[in-house]
């Protein structure tokens, strides 16, 4: 057995959710809230239900104030192309929030058929396997 190997992935499990574990995480009422990273504008596009938005270039000690530390913040963005969801995370576990990234970000949200709020929003099909 590889103990680095053994840790990378217990790591990425510890830092990172897919879709299907943030729908099922929402639905089962667990302390959680999820995050959009990217800008105002792309939120009122399209945006998980219910996600708070806060671009992750706004993410200081004041801004996030009102935040409960003792809950966990999974924070997207558009996708595997964008990092924001990244820069988002780590800003929010400097300022001592607990933090997950979302895999895949809105784009895989999507694929995965659930459901969106916004101009641009669309209904949920439940596409994914539930690995």
């Known amino acids: 057995m ?14 990172e959710m897919d879709s299907w574990d943030l729908s099922e995480a929402i639905k089962e009422k667990q302390k959680i809230m ?22 992750h270039k706004t993410m200081t000690p004041e801004i996030t ?3 409960d ?4 913040y999974v924070c997207y963005c558009d996708g595997i192309g964008c990092n924001a969801s990244t820069k988002g995370a780590l800003n929010l576990a400097e300022l001592g929030f607990k933090v997950k990234e979302l895999i895949g970000g809105l784009d895989w949200w999507c694929r ?4 969106t709020q916004g101009i641009n929003a669309t209904e949920g099909k439940n596409l994914h396997c539930g690995c």
């Open 2 to 15: 590889n103990n680095k190997q053994v840790e990378h992935y217990k790591n990425k499990l510890a830092y």
């Open 112 to 115: 995965d058929g659930h459901a």
């Open 34 to 55: 999820v995050v959009d990273t990217r800008s105002a504008e792309a939120y009122k596009q399209k945006h998980i239900p219910n996600a708070l938005n806060i671009p």
């Open 65 to 67: 104030s009102h935040l």
């Open 69 to 72: 530390k003792e809950i966990l």
